[in-house]
């Protein structure tokens, strides 16, 4: 079965850090564009880093710019988002997707064309 699965979130105070896992079972990620996404309540999923599947390319939304950093890890079949910073407005549920695309060096920050999906893991900051 393919699957990919977050894990790392939790409740944190505005300017702290976490770190976020993506862990693909079932398939090998070296091949994929990996992209993180989050929904906060009453909003639409909104994509802000990816990472291609050469390791080699990254995009970071405004939003998230300079304080997230996203990096992967072929060896462990993981992607890991760093978050430092971190605000109110950061609070939401976090996925990460994984995507073939037609080159090592390209990715997206759109859902489409993202095939594999995680369940989620909530993020929250608050004091």
């Known amino acids: 079965q393919l699957q990919l699965v977050e894990s790392g979130g939790g409740l944190v105070q505005p300017g702290g850090s976490l770190r976020l896992s993506c862990a693909a079972s079932?398939?090998?990620?070296?091949?994929?564009?990996v992209g993180w996404f989050r929904q906060a309540p009453g909003k639409e999923r909104e994509g802000f880093s990816c990472?291609?599947?050469?390791?080699?390319?990254?995009v970071s939304a405004d939003s998230t710019k300079g304080r997230f950093t996203i990096s992967r890890d072929n060896a462990k079949n993981t992607v890991y988002l760093q978050m430092n910073s971190l605000k109110p407005e950061d609070t939401a549920i976090y996925y990460c997707?994984?995507?073939?695309?037609?080159?090592?060096?390209?990715?997206?920050?759109?859902?489409?064309?993202?095939?594999?999906w995680g369940q989620g893991t909530q993020v929250t900051v608050s004091s």
């Open positions: 990472i291609s599947s050469s390791g080699g390319s990254t």
């Open positions: 079932g398939f090998t990620l070296d091949g994929y564009a």
């Open positions: 997707a994984a995507a073939l695309m037609a080159f090592q060096t390209i990715c997206v920050i759109r859902p489409a064309p993202y095939d594999y």
